[in-house]
């Protein structure tokens, strides 16, 4: 996924009140300290610190938006980490249209935000119909970008309490029961990682059910992680899942 946007490079100096953050832009942008939108109600750890450089997307002066700017990735040692939730979705997508996610070819058309579960109250991030021999396929998109494990080498999710992603993997696990595939895929935004798993130091209870969804409810983990850089995001290879 190409960035639609101009990019700008500057240093974070915080992020704050979760949804935003103060960053001074390079010198080759005036080298001002501007307020950016911080697209992540996520915990964050592990992605940013004061001082660590950061990628700003440019929405423009003639806006609309309260903040012009866009906090799209802050660089971590030698790793650009990928901060916008809004990304991960569309770069899947993306990468499934090319056939580039073997477990997830095949499947002749594709749609999103898709209403479904118990009482039409959740939404599934891609559904995938119209395959020769499989089943239809629910694939719920979780961004994973919280840093870990023993050899520190771990992506792990989720970086906070979520009863919404136990939720999810209920929903996903009452459409195997009614003859469908579902696939709960953890996009790793960060090229530092070698291995998936959850953060059961951050919410047990969600390690708890999705080792259940696996092991009963046959749902599928999938874990790829991505390569993020001032200019794109590109999915790079398949993790496995430490459960």
Known sequence: MRYELPQLRGTLINRYKR???DVRLDSAYGGGVVTAHCPNSGAMTTCWAPGCAALLSDHGPDTHRKLR???EACRMGRTWVGINTMHPNRVVAEAIRREQIPELAGYREMRREVVYGKGGRSRVDILLTAHRSKPDCFVEVKNTTLRGGDDNCGALFPDAVTERGRKHLEELAREIRRGRRAVIFFFVGRADCRWMGPADAVDPEYGKALRKAVARGKVEPLAYRAR?????????ERLPVCL
């Open 19 to 21: 949804f935003l953050a």
């Open 69 to 71: 700017y866009t906090l």
């Open 228 to 236: 993020v850089s001032p200019g794109s995001i590109a999915l790079l």
